[in-house]
């Protein structure tokens, strides 16, 4: 897990409000995803972007959430107008190429998002 | 529709003795296989792999299993040890698209001292 940093950890949104969450990769590492874990469940994809472009968004709502990986900054996962069902933890991980198989992505600790 | 199934949520063993937690896939398309570990309020850890043309992958205390016909997988843990309480999660992708892993829900293994 050591180098790709999310924040916030926890976050705390009420119904109708926007979460925006971070991640930066590790260094020299140009490729981030995005997973989802609900409740009781196990990670699920999101979306995976390269420096500014969306590479594959299909795990991704249809509304209200978009991602991006601007040339400078980090990774940012937008929730527009949160729902309660949206409360769960947001894992981000980073590559230095489009990851072989998953054993070359490093996972960070997480943004923890409740939404009361 | 889960197509990775972890079907025992936790497992308890005694320190030292063998831990063996399994995984069943449904997706004939899967080719890769991983074994992921995580403690709580941290990110996953990936522990193991294994290639659908290997049956068997060693790496120390861990060996995963591969059984193509039967769309099954095991992570053998020997011997046990306390630090080994996780959760494990088994994830599978498609050759070539490593970046779209399917995780499995998980199992929490509890090491007994």
């Known amino acids: 897990n050591a180098g790709v940093m999310q924040n916030p950890r926890h976050l705390v949104r009420r119904r109708g409000q926007e979460a925006r969450l971070r991640c930066s990769p590790m260094?020299?590492?140009?490729?981030v995803y995005w997973y989802r874990q609900l409740p009781e469940e196990g990670l699920k994809f999101m979306v995976y972007?390269?420096?500014?472009?969306?590479?594959?968004e299909s795990g991704m709502p249809k509304e209200r959430f978009s991602a991006e990986f601007p040339k400078e900054g980090p990774s940012i996962l937008r929730i527009q107008q949160v729902v309660r069902g949206d409360s769960a933890a947001y894992f981000c991980?980073?590559?230095?190429?489009?990851?072989?198989?998953?054993?070359?992505?490093?996972f960070g600790e997480g943004s923890w998002l409740t939404v009361v | 529709d889960q197509q990775v199934k972890q079907n025992s949520p936790s497992l308890s063993v005694q320190e030292g003795r063998i831990s063996i937690l399994n995984c069943d896939y449904t997706?004939?398309?899967?080719?890769?296989f991983l074994w992921y570990k995580k403690y709580p309020a941290e990110g996953p850890t990936f522990l193991i792999s294994?290639?659908?043309?290997?049956d068997k992958n060693e790496d120390g205390r861990f060996t995963v299993f591969l059984n193509k016909s039967a769309k099954h997988l095991s992570l053998h843990i020997v011997p046990s040890q306390p630090g080994d309480s996780a959760v494990y999660f088994c994830?599978?992708?498609?050759?070539?698209?490593?970046?779209?892993?399917?995780f499995g829900t998980g199992t929490r293994l509890t090491i007994i001292p």
């Open positions: 294994i290639s659908s043309i290997k």
């Open positions: 994830a599978a992708s498609v050759a070539l698209r490593g970046e779209k892993l399917t």
């Open positions: 991980a980073s590559s230095t190429y489009p990851a072989e198989a998953g054993n070359t992505i490093y």
């Open positions: 997706n004939s398309m899967f080719d890769y």
């Open positions: 972007l390269q420096k500014e472009n969306i590479i594959d």
């Open positions: 260094k020299g590492h140009s490729h």
